[in-house]
């Protein structure tokens, strides 16, 4: 596929799938036609996401990757000391992770963003979302963004790693990247903002922003 446009085949799923009124389901036909090598995967870089990288320090406690696709983010966080749980909406995706990292003690398993386990509300000391938001539709972003705050526990960090764009500003979907607006919707829900970087590089424009759920008063 050399030569082609990375970004191809998840535009032309992309579109197909949102013609269908099915917002996630060209997640699974990605990552199927990706392992039978019919499609690429434009965010597999193999390597955690270098703001991740960049970002992380040694902890403990829970975790939880949003969106874990083939594993190099959640592999990172296991690495820094947490016991981790990652989770994709796409089977197949789960399923490379599990077959990349055979023997890793990241539970990966599939899940649904906008319908996720009732267990895992306020549950994890550190919630971990690299893109995922961005990779949906924007009339799906405001109830994405409060299912990934709520994931964090008393005490917790959340840290959100996205593409941006200025409010108003256009959007080449897929992805859609997310405004200073909805970047601070993070800290709804009780949780506090604690740093928000906004990262430029030529025309790329990047967002790192952490959050804080406040520890429970005894």
Do not use: C, N
């Amino acid at each position: 596929m050399a030569g082609r446009d990375p970004d191809e085949d998840a535009i032309r799923l992309a579109a197909e799938s949102l013609a269908q009124g099915d917002a996630t389901g060209w997640f699974e036909r990605l990552y199927a036609e990706s392992a039978t090598g019919d499609a690429i995967v434009p965010w597999d870089s193999r390597s955690p996401h270098f703001l991740l990288a960049d970002w992380g320090a040694p902890g403990h406690g829970r975790a939880l990757v949003v969106g874990a696709g083939l594993g190099d983010d959640a592999e990172f966080v296991a690495g820094l000391g947490y016991e981790t749980v990652a989770f994709d909406v796409s089977e197949s995706a789960v399923r490379l992770a599990q077959e990349r990292f055979q023997g890793s003690e990241v539970r990966y398993q599939v899940a649904d963003l906008l319908d996720p386990p009732a267990a895992w509300r306020r549950a994890f000391d550190l919630v971990v979302e690299v893109m995922t938001v961005q990779a949906l539709p924007e009339p799906l972003h405001a109830r994405a963004i409060a299912k990934v705050a709520e994931f964090v526990g008393p005490g917790g960090t959340l840290l959100v790693i996205a593409s941006g764009r200025e409010e108003g500003g256009p959007v080449f979907a897929p992805p859609w990247p997310l405004t200073p607006s909805e970047i601070e919707t993070f800290a709804a829900g009780g949780m506090e903002r604690v740093k928000v970087e906004e990262l430029r590089d030529g025309e790329r424009h990047r967002w790192r922003a952490t959050f804080r759920r406040p520890a429970a008063v005894h």
